[in-house]
């Protein structure tokens, strides 16, 4: 088991970045894939961005390629999510999550932290 838990959210203008973190408890980190979806209000969680459990492979939604960076730190049991050159419709609470294997449904992930809000002003 692993609990989780995202910083790093706030409000910033359209074109700004952000690094938003994600901290596991448990000696177990290392062995998941990791993932952050998002959800803005009045729709349905999304996938954004995962990562293997030894961060040599990566995978990104569409909209969010050559923008988002996923990267981990298993010594610190953290998951990262750098965002870059970012747009009024990335706003959303963003969440991380653990699974077994690289997924970009939700459903296939059996931990979530308890997300973090991200802003942009246009």
């Known amino acids: 088991q692993v609990q989780l838990v995202e910083s790093g959210g706030g409000l910033v203008q359209a074109g700004g970045s952000l690094r938003l973190s994600c901290a596991g408890a448990?000696?177990?980190?290392?062995?998941?894939?990791m993932g952050w979806f998002r959800q803005a209000p009045g729709k349905e969680r999304e996938f954004v961005a995962a990562i293997n459990w030894s961060g040599s492979y990566k995978y990104y939604t569409d909209s969010v390629k050559g923008r988002f960076t996923i990267s981990r730190d298993n010594a610190k049991n953290t998951v990262y999510l750098q965002m870059n050159d970012l747009k009024p419709e990335d706003t959303a609470v963003y969440y991380c999550?653990?699974?077994?294997?690289?997924?970009?449904?939700?459903?296939?992930?059996?931990?979530w932290g308890q997300g973090t809000q991200v802003t942009v002003s246009s």
């Open positions: 448990g000696r177990t980190f290392g062995r998941y894939a």
């Open positions: 999550a653990a699974a077994d294997k690289v997924a970009g449904s939700a459903s296939e992930y059996d931990y």
